[in-house]
C-alpha cells in the first residue's frame, strides 16, 4: 500500500539554523500538507499546497516558512531561522482530492 | 515559560467491550468530519470520514455519529481491542478549503 514518507525522522539543530524536512507525498495525489504537533498538543495545520502554490496557510506559517515542491516527488518545508518553539513534529500529508488526508510518520524536530 | 502540553482526556476500556469517543467542533460552517487514530511516535492515521449531509456512516468495527444541531461527533468502536489503544483525533473541514483543525483528542487504553 502506499505511503508518505518523511526524512529525517529527528532532527536536531542550533537556534537560528535552517532546516529543510523532507516528505514524499504519494504519487498520485495532488494535494499535499504540512502539520506540526508540539509535544502533548494538538495538531495544527502549516500549509497546503496545489498545483504548485500555496493554497491555504495559518497564523503559524510565517515569513520564516517556506514550502517547495522542487521536482515530481518531493515536498519541502523550510524554515529559515528556526526557534526554540518551533521544536515540534512536523507532519507531511497528501491527498488526492480535498479529502482523506494520508499522513506521513513525522519528522521530530529539536531546536537546541 | 515552561509548555505545558494539554490534558488529553482518557478512557479505559475492556478488551471486548464497546468504547465511544466524543467531539465537539466548532465551526458550524464545516461540512466534512474524520477521525483520526494516532499511536505513539506515528501520524495521524485516517478511520472514517463523514459528510455533514449524513448524521451516521459505518465502517469496519466503528461507528461516526454526526449531530449538527449540537455540533458535535462521536466514534463508536465495537468489541475494543487492545491494538486500538492510542489518542483518537477528530478533524473537521469546511469543504470550500482543504484546512483542516484537529480536536484536542482522546486516550484510549483497552484493559486486556
Known amino acids: 500500500e502506499p505511503e508518505v514518507t518523511q526524512t529525517p525522522s529527528h532532527q536536531v539543530t542550533q537556534m537560528g539554523q535552517e532546516v529543510i524536512l523532507r516528505c514524499v507525498p504519494i504519487?498520485?495525489?495532488?494535494?499535499f500538507y504540512w502539520y506540526r504537533q508540539i509535544l502533548g498538543q494538538k495538531v495544527e495545520f502549516l500549509v497546503s499546497f496545489y498545483n504548485n502554490e500555496i493554497s491555504e496557510k495559518s497564523e503559524i506559517f510565517d515569513d520564516q516558512f517556506s514550502v517547495e515542491r522542487p521536482d515530481g516527488s518531493n515536498f519541502t518545508l523550510k524554515i529559515r531561522s528556526t526557534k526554540l518553539e518551533d521544536s515540534a513534529m512536523y507532519f507531511c500529508?497528501?491527498?488526492?482530492?480535498?479529502?482523506?488526508?494520508?499522513f506521513g510518520p513525522g519528522t521530530r524536530l529539536t531546536v537546541l | 515559560g515552561e509548555n505545558v502540553g494539554l490534558h488529553l482526556p482518557t478512557l479505559s476500556v475492556q478488551e471486548g467491550d464497546n468504547s465511544i469517543i466524543n467531539c465537539a467542533y466548532s465551526n458550524s460552517a464545516s461540512d466534512y468530519f474524520i477521525w483520526y487514530k494516532q499511536e505513539s511516535g506515528k501520524g495521524p492515521q485516517f478511520i472514517i470520514d463523514?459528510?455533514?449531509?449524513?448524521d451516521k456512516r459505518q465502517g469496519q468495527r466503528v461507528t461516526v455519529l454526526l449531530n449538527k444541531t449540537v455540533k458535535h461527533l462521536s466514534l463508536q468502536i465495537a468489541a475494543t481491542q487492545p491494538g486500538d489503544s492510542a489518542v483518537y483525533f477528530c478533524?473537521?473541514?469546511?469543504?470550500?478549503?482543504?484546512?483542516?483543525?484537529f480536536g484536542t483528542g482522546t486516550s484510549l487504553t483497552v484493559i486486556p
Open positions: 500529508a497528501s491527498s488526492r482530492d480535498t479529502n482523506e488526508q494520508f
Open positions: 478533524a473537521e473541514n469546511a469543504l470550500t478549503g482543504n484546512q483542516f483543525y
Open positions: 504519487s498520485n495525489h495532488l494535494y
Open positions: 463523514i459528510r455533514s449531509n449524513m
